[in-house]
């Protein structure tokens, strides 16, 4: 299997403007996962899907922050308007979550920096 | 509140010494999992090994090898004959319920050649 796969790798952004995330999970897990990465915060769970449906979104920072999953085979993360604070290395994350201990299996990761 | 500690923030170390990389943790649970992540520099988070709370055997795969305390509360990461291809982030992480990870705040190894 080709792992998760997160587009872009690297996107940079002016103040305002939208940047949209991609992730492509791995085929047959069943949960998908956004992580934010910062010096200061460490790893930040932002969001969980299960089944497509997200369960926990407890994390998302405020408003500008969107995730979906409108199928089992790709998810985006949306910040709109952007701000210097998103700037972050952002990873999406898959699983197989059925009754406790998933392996979760980490994309490459977007870094966005927001000028 | 569970919590996961990795007091060593860096360890620099030169190739092929041993290294043990710390972590503490805390949990209400009775069943609980534990886990190794690495974080080279090219960015990416691979999985090491994952641990349940009833399997206190020790693990060792190649140069890697993991002691898991109970008693203690830590799983503890050695290296063995360390490499430079080691040089990287390692993150310990504990699961709170059935998906949500609770991360360390990782160990910065530096391996000098």
């Known amino acids: 299997d080709a792992g998760v796969i997160q587009s872009p790798r690297h996107e940079v952004t002016e103040m305002g403007q939208e940047v949209t995330l991609r992730c492509k999970p791995i085929s047959g897990h069943n949960s998908l996962f956004w992580y934010r990465q910062t010096m200061m915060r460490g790893l930040e769970l932002l969001i969980y899907f299960n089944n497509n449906v997200p369960i926990d979104d407890s994390g998302m920072p405020e408003d500008r922050f969107s995730a979906k999953m409108p199928n089992a085979s790709f998810s985006t993360l949306k910040i709109q308007p952007s701000e210097p604070r998103d700037s972050a290395v952002y990873f999406c994350?898959?699983?197989?979550?059925?009754?406790?201990?998933?392996?979760?299996?980490f994309g490459a990761g977007t870094r966005l920096s927001v000028l | 509140a569970q919590k996961v500690t990795q007091a060593q923030t860096e360890i620099s170390v030169v190739e092929k010494e041993d290294v043990t990389l710390d972590c503490v943790y805390e949990t209400r649970d009775t069943t609980y999992y534990l886990f190794w992540y690495k974080q080279p520099p090219s960015g990416e988070l691979v999985f090491l090994i994952r641990r349940n709370s009833f399997d206190e055997q020790n693990e060792i795969s190649g140069r890697y090898s993991w002691n898991f305390q109970k008693s203690t509360s830590s799983f503890n990461f050695t290296i063995t004959a360390s490499q430079v291809v080691d040089s990287a982030v390692y993150f310990c992480?504990?699961?709170?319920?059935?998906?949500?990870?609770?991360f360390g705040t990782g160990t910065r190894l530096k391996v000098l050649a």
């Open positions: 994350a898959s699983s197989l979550v059925d009754r406790g201990g998933n392996i979760q299996y």
């Open positions: 992480a504990l699961i709170e319920g059935t998906y949500k990870y609770i």
